[in-house]
């Protein structure tokens, strides 16, 4: 879904970047038994970002962009 306003599908300008590569978001939705508000997304890690515990992990929506979160990537 787009993340800008929740109902249409995800715009092809929502994106996050992972490790400094942009990677697409390929869903978004509501968080099953979360109260609302709390969004779940799908991204797919993209090719060369290199794996480690902590590689950064940034979401896009427009020009704002979230505070940074770290994920593992094998």
Do not use: F
């Amino acid at each position: 879904r787009c993340l800008s306003d929740w109902s249409s599908d995800v715009c092809s300008s929502d994106l996050a970047a992972i490790g400094s590569i942009q990677a697409m978001v390929e869903d978004a939705r509501s968080a099953p038994d979360q109260v609302a508000g709390i969004l779940q997304l799908q991204v797919l890690v993209p090719e060369g970002v290199a794996p480690g515990p902590n590689v950064p992990l940034v979401l896009i929506v427009g020009s704002a962009h979230s505070q940074g979160v770290t994920i593992a990537v094998k």
